[in-house]
Each structure stands twice: as C-alpha cells, then as structure tokens.
C-alpha cells in the first residue's frame, strides 16, 4: 500500500507564521507525545505511523516546500514528487501516481491512498484508512472515498451521497457527489445521509494510470513530468470521483477539522502563550506566539490572538481572525519571505535598507548544518560579506579551498565564483549589498569538493 | 531670566518606545505646528519659544540623556548639565544653578525659573511662568510657585493651601503644603482654594545660592559638581519651598497633564497608527505604534494599544494600560538597549546569538551623521567587523588614516585602537564577537585627525 500525501497551499490564513515556503502545515506549533512540538504533518504522519499504515509515503508538493517536507520527514523516508508549476489536485496526484508506476516501478494491482497532509484528526480516521485499503484489495469498487460524519449542515464541504440500500453496510455505494450546498439542501442531504467529502481517496495504482494515459502517454517519469502542462487544472473530484463508475464511501465518525484559521488552531495549541511573552494572568482567552526574540507584554486582553514573526505582527480579536486575508492584501505582495527553512539549513533576515542612491542592503544570519553545503554559485547584481561567527567549515573561492573558523571575513565579489560547507554547524553573518537583491540573482555550477 | 528644565526618568511607563536612553520626553510621537512630529520635551521648549520666555535654557539632566537632549534642543542652544549620578531634584537644581552662577558667571539678581520638561499643556501655563518671574523681579516672595486649578479631589499630587485673606488675589502667600492627602482631606483642601504643586519654581539665584553653600562651598562649577554627593538626597520641595519663609503662589487654569501613560498618550496622538501598520476600520478606539520595520496588522480590536520597537511589543487594553510596570519587571533587567540616538547618531542592534560554547555574537546597524565620529578607542574583549554599506569617512586603524566608502571591510582585533569620522552620512553593518560583550568594554584615547 503506497500513501500519497497532499501538500499545497500558501497558507496566509495563519500569517504572519506561515508564508509562501512556510505553509501552515509546517508551523511546529502542535503537542507531541514526547512532549516536543510538532506540525500538523508531522503530526499526520505519526499518526499513520501509530496506525500501521506507514509503507510508503510520496508526498505531492511545489518546489518551494520540498526543503520543509525532506527536514520534517526525512526520518521517515518519504519520497518528494515536485510539480513543476501549480496546478490542481488531479494533475498532482496524476504525477505522484506516475512517479510510483515509472519510477518506482509498482505494481498496477497495488493499492494507493491519496489524502490531505493536515487534517487535525484521530486514530479512527486512520482506522477508516486500513478500511478503504481492505474494500479496494477486495474489489468492492473502483474507487473508495472516505465520508466524514457531518455535524452541522454546513455550506462549506462537498457531500457524498449513499445509495438508500446501503445506510447501514460500512462500505456504501455512492449515488452522487454534491459540491457545497446551501444551507437548505444540506439539510435534506442529512436527511438521506449524505457524507462530507474529506479527500481520502483509495483505489488501484492501474486505475488511476488508465487515465493519466488519456492525457499523457510517456515511457519515463521525467518524460511524463516534462509535459506536465498537458495535464488539465481541474480537481481529483471532478476529472476522477464524480466520472466514476463504480464508487463506494466509508464513513468516520470522530474528530476532524482544518486548523486553518488562527481561531481553530490557537482552540490546539498546547499552552496559551509560546515564544518570550509576559501574558496578563486576567488576559482572558488570548494566545500568544511570539517567534521573534523580542520579549512581548499582553495585558488585560480578551478573546484575542497575537502572532509574531520575522515576515510582520498580527494583533486579531479571534472571532475577526477570517478576515486576516483581506487585510493582508493591503500589504501588497511581500518582498521576499524573512526567513526560511532550507535543505541546508535556515537562515533569516536581520536588516533592510534601501538607500536613495539605488544601494540595497539586506543583512542575514545563515546557519548551515553540520555536513550540508551551500551550492558553487555566482551573482551578478550583488557582492557579499560574510562573516564566521560559530562553527567551522570549508570555503572554496574562485576555486581555492580553505577552512574556515570565527573570526573570519570573506569577501565575495560579483562575479566571483563561491560555496561553502559546513564541518559542523557554521553560522554566518551575511551582508549583501547592490543595486537588485533578488533571490534568482544565483547562477549555479557543479562542483566536486576536494 | 534663566529657565532650568529638568529630564529624568526612564520611563518604563511607556515601554517599549521609552526605555533608559531614551525617556518618555523624548518621543517624537506628538503633532508639531509645521505637520511633523515634536517629543514632549521640543513642544515644551517650543511653546517657550513662543511665549517670548527663550532667552537660556539650562536642562539639568543624567548622562545616559545629554545625547538625545543635544539632538533634539540643539537648535535652541540649550546647555546641559549632567549629574555625576542620580540623586534628587534639590541637588540637581542646585547643580544647574552652580553651573549659571559659577560657569555662566550670572548676577545673583537674576531671576531662575525652574520647571519640568514635559508637562503637555497650553499657552496659558508659559504665560503663568511670566507672571512669576514678574513677581520675583518685584520682590513678591523669596519663592514663587505655580499652582495648578485642581479639576478634583486627586490623591496623586501635592497640594499649596494659600492664605484665606488672599484667595481672590493672582499672587497669593503660600499658608502650608500637603504631600498627597486622602481623599477626604484633598476635597476638605479644595474648599480651602487648595491648588496642585506643578513643579514649577521662580526665585533670585541669589536665593537658591545661599542654600546651596551650606552642603558645599567650593569656587569652580567643577568643583561644585565634584562634591556632588555631598548634596543631600532630597526633594526641592522639601529642602527648599516648605522651609522658605516666603513663599507666593500663582494659580494656572487649563489643560495640564501627564502624558506618562499609554492610556493618556493615546489621548493626544495625531493619527491612531504610526508606522507600518494596516488597522481594520471597524477596530474601535485602538492605537497602533510600530516602530519595527516588520508591518503590522490589527483586526477587529476595541480600546487595545499596540507599540513596538528593538526593546519589545506591547499588547494592552488601555484601562489596564497603568499595570504596565509589574509586567516589565518579569522580563528582568533588559541586558542592553536595543536601539539609542546618541551625540553622533544612531544604531540598532539587529540580531544577537549566544553560542554554547560561550562565544556572543552581537549584530548592528550603525549611522554616524556627517561630520560627527566616534571616539578613539580600543575594546579587551571583542573584535568588530565594519562593512560600509553607504556613504563615506574617514578610518583610522592602529595610527593610519585613511577613506572608507561602500563595500569597504574593516576587521578590528581586540586592543587595536580604532575611530571613524563621517563625510557623508555613513552607515556600517558591525558585526562584534567575543566572550563578553558590554558597553563599558571600551577605553577611549584622545585623537586628533590629519
């Protein structure tokens, strides 16, 4: 059984923690069991681990989050399958089912499970996983959807409806899809026992294959990943679930939301404050997440959410906290993410300043890990300074190696061709300065390590 | 007529905008006439102006401030005198009044206004101040106070009770001070036409010289301010005006108050956001200073005050804005102000590491205005690294000078002797490490530049 785990989404509903290659997925905000924090993937993966389930995970992402999934779980193995642009959930999970079939040469009878990498959820959604598995080995359809037990007549969710005949077997034949009623028809479709779609799909990696082939018919992995532009935006649902001919759902009943909104997530978070804060013992429900290492004092507070990082500071009353995207807009587009978990390590910026004569300065702390290295590169537009303030490693520049320690100064100039390699964990403070300072201004070049 | 201003305070009521460098007086968060923004102590110093009272401002104040009261009253050609340590307003009024008779060579006729340097109030108080000098120079009273219309029976302020037989005179014989009454007793003085002590004192120098000889009678300021300690710990009121034989007092009516607070600041912002702020137009009655580069969003708020600087943020409902003192002596001793304006311009720290290993990392940025330089010095326990990133100077380095520009790296060893001087404005990106890094970690040489 191959897991295929979903992870998109930008994730600005809970800025300023998440961003563009920080999504809310990989916020560690979260209690694990041996008392750490965890995110809410890591989270989804302990507990398919818990549940026995854990073969084999290929996780469905962009570009920008494959450096979080490989440091979040890496201890896992899972296998990263990066789109080359974003499109939509059948494309995705098109891919990821190519990569398994081409790649890793599965078996077409083998058994796949796509779901969603962050739903905050318990031991019986992943019970009602195995069962899925078990109702698509033995043929009871196609396709086997999980149905969430709904709460509430909600307008927010597409339905599943069960054929009539089927309300009390546990593997029940789908009769049709209904996508996000109003309130009046979810009503009626409770009556007939209509299930919440919750994108748990299971079926045959042949089954999926067979349509993939309609759109892009290609030996290898790579070929099939190079015409990824020929697959259509459109959704799982709709291009495969609701065209299917036979189709079956199985219901859980238990805990399941979308810790989405700073209103759900901070109803999750182990303690009321996190990060260096002073909070008001009469504050009255507010939570507090302070990632910067200022001290923060909240005082006589209620019903409020204060959330600091590197990218800015929300102050919310938590009933409000929905809103936040329309606000953020008014930031306009944010320059460049202020800080990063990368392959290598993270780093984040420190200072900005763009003097009127053209001259941009952007200031980092970089920690490299012990063993990884920053790739041999180029600039154009900007020179660096760096720094050693902890740690050891080795420089290369303008192909001359030497290692380095604190106290060390580098000069690198544009043009001037540089990497560096962490002995062990090796901090840097990095100064760039020139007239652009984008991400992109980095030609890369091969290089073998003396 | 001579006017000594006194500075005090550190002003944590007002963290994390204030903190020991920088007092609540010098905020520039206030409306000024030409459309910029003026601190408490310039729009004091200004309506002095106005009130055509500018002729010597002496400010009696601590080292830490007679950087920023050089930058911000430097136009006014104020004097500064500072007190070897902090003691009371006796000695430092005493100190200031040494430095204009003995260093300014004064007449002992001259007339001496003493006051506050941050009441926030109106024209009618500086038209008051005349008053009194009037009745000095007419030989009144030895001491004239003003006094303020109470506006109710407060237990915050000291009361001067005036004769009975004066009360519809404008210059009334002081019968006796109350240091702050209970309630009961401030509504019984309030029938008594008991007016609030504001702080603000008229005599001839000649008056105060006489006291101060008694502790110590010394013929250079120098000396004077040598033997400060030899000046009692005490209040001026106590030491001077409920002691004087005799005492006037002049009565002020109208705005008046103490800006000290949050809760009262707030009252008297221009606009409710300062800063890179976005503030939700159905937030109600909430404020918002930020003086982060980061930007800041509020959502549906109601009566909240938000201010943040390199010290810390601040997240408060405005009523309970006053408890603000107990919740910053939680966060201890702050080690090091994040940022200062000082005599030759400004830094802000940017980041800070302390290593296990015990190596402290500290990262600056620094601006030295034109023309201005930093002292010629050696540190014992950490070594620099200057990148210029804008502008140009002039470097000295163990004895050799020469000029510094833009992408110019500068490594200083520990005990090598260094200093800098502005052209133009120069900005510097100081990267310092070593086991212990403090400001007193400096010896200063004198240097005279080729």
């Not at 507990?47 to 979040?72: F, P, R």
Request: proline share 5%; hydrophobic share 40%.
């Amino acid at each position: 059984m191959k897991i295929i785990l979903l992870s998109g989404g930008s994730g600005q509903r809970l800025w300023p923690l998440s961003n563009g290659a920080q999504a809310k997925q990989f916020l560690r905000l979260l209690k694990s069991p041996d008392g750490n924090k965890e995110s809410m993937v890591q989270r989804v993966v302990r507990q398919i681990k818990e549940a026995g389930l854990l073969e084999s995970i290929t996780v469905a992402t962009s570009a920008a989050q494959a450096d979080m999934i490989s440091n979040q779980l890496g201890q896992y193995g899972a296998d990263i399958v990066t789109e080359p642009a974003r499109r939509d959930t059948f494309p995705a999970i098109a891919l990821a089912a190519a990569y398994l079939q081409k790649e890793k040469q599965c078996d077409l009878d083998e058994t796949v499970v796509v779901m969603p990498c962050d739903p905050y959820t318990e031991i019986g959604y992943f019970q009602t996983i195995a069962k899925m598995v078990k109702a698509v080995e033995e043929s009871a359809a196609d396709l086997v959807l999980m149905g969430i037990t709904p709460t509430n007549p909600s307008s927010k969710f597409g339905y599943i409806v069960p054929e009539a005949t089927d309300a009390q077997k546990e593997t029940r034949k789908v009769n049709r899809f209904v996508e996000k009623p109003n309130h009046e028809l979810a009503e009626q479709l409770l009556t007939e026992g209509a299930l919440w779609n919750g994108g748990v799909f299971a079926f045959r990696l042949g089954y999926i294959a067979s349509i993939l082939e309609k759109y892009v018919s290609a030996p290898t992995f790579a070929e099939v990943r190079a015409r990824y532009q020929e697959f259509p935006k459109i959704s799982f649902d709709y291009e495969v679930a609701e065209r299917a001919e036979s189709v079956a759902v199985i219901p859980f009943t238990g805990q399941w939301k979308d810790l989405g909104t700073w209103n759900a997530l901070t109803e999750e978070l182990p303690t009321q404050t996190i990060g260096n804060v002073v909070l008001d013992p009469e504050a009255k429900n507010t939570h507090v997440v302070n990632e910067l290492d200022l001290p923060l004092i909240c005082i006589g507070t209620d019903n409020l959410v204060v959330a600091t990082s590197n990218d800015g500071i929300l102050v919310a009353d938590k009933a409000h906290s929905e809103d936040l995207k329309t606000h953020l807009a008014q930031l306009g587009p944010a320059a460049r993410p202020m800080y990063e978990e990368r392959r290598w390590g993270k780093y984040k910026v420190i200072d900005h300043i763009e003097f009127p004569d053209g001259q941009n300065v952007l200031t980092k702390q970089l920690c490299i890990r012990a063993g990884k290295s920053i790739s041999y590169q180029v600039h154009h537009h900007r020179e660096e300074v760096w720094t050693i303030i902890n740690g050891t490693g080795r420089l290369v520049l303008s192909g001359e190696e030497r290692n380095v320690k604190p106290g060390d100064v580098i000069h690198i100039r544009r043009e001037q061709f540089h990497a560096i390699r962490a002995i062990t964990d090796l901090y840097i403070i990095e100064v760039q300065s020139g007239d652009r300072l984008t991400e992109d201004d980095i030609t890369r070049y091969p290089y073998t390590w003396e």
